[in-house]
Nanobody
Framework: QVQLVESGGGLVQTGGSLRLSCTAS????????LDWYRQAPGNERELVAG???????NYADSMKGRSILSTDNTKNTIHLQMNSLKPEDTAVYYC?????????WGRGTQVTVSS
C-alpha cells in the first residue's frame, strides 16, 4: 500500500500559477512511476505529467512549456509547477503511484482557473 497526499490546489486567474505537491508514504525512487492526472467534469481522467527513474519526466502536450515537475526525494515528494494557467486546466488533480501492476491514487486537489 502506498498513501499519497496532494496539496496546493486552489483558485487562480487566467495566466496565473500554482504549485501542486504530492507526498508519498514511501521512497519515491522505489516506485515505478509517480504521476499527476486530472479529471474535469464530464471528461475522462488524463495524464498531466509523470516521473520515473527509467523514463525521467514526461508531460502531456497540453502542459509542455507551461509546467515543471520536480522531485524532493528527502521528503518523498514531487511538485508540479503550473504556469500560464487557462480555464481549460480547471479539474481535480490526482497524484498516482505505479508499483508493479498496482496503481494507487490520492484523494485529489481542486484547481480552478477563472477567466
Amino acid at each position: 500500500q502506498v498513501q499519497l497526499v496532494e496539496s496546493g490546489g486552489g483558485l487562480v486567474q487566467t495566466g496565473g500559477s500554482l504549485r501542486l505537491s504530492c507526498t508519498a508514504s514511501t521512497d519515491i525512487f522505489r516506485l515505478n512511476s509517480l504521476d499527476w492526472y486530472r479529471q474535469a467534469p464530464g471528461n475522462e481522467r488524463e495524464l498531466v505529467a509523470g516521473f520515473s527513474l527509467s523514463g525521467g519526466t514526461n508531460y502531456a502536450d497540453s502542459m509542455k512549456g507551461r509546467s515543471i515537475l520536480s522531485t524532493d526525494n528527502t521528503k518523498n515528494t514531487i511538485h508540479l509547477q503550473m504556469n500560464s494557467l487557462k480555464p481549460e486546466d480547471t479539474a481535480v488533480y490526482y497524484c498516482s503511484a505505479l508499483v508493479g501492476q498496482f496503481r494507487y491514487w490520492g484523494r485529489g486537489t481542486q484547481v480552478t482557473v477563472s477567466s
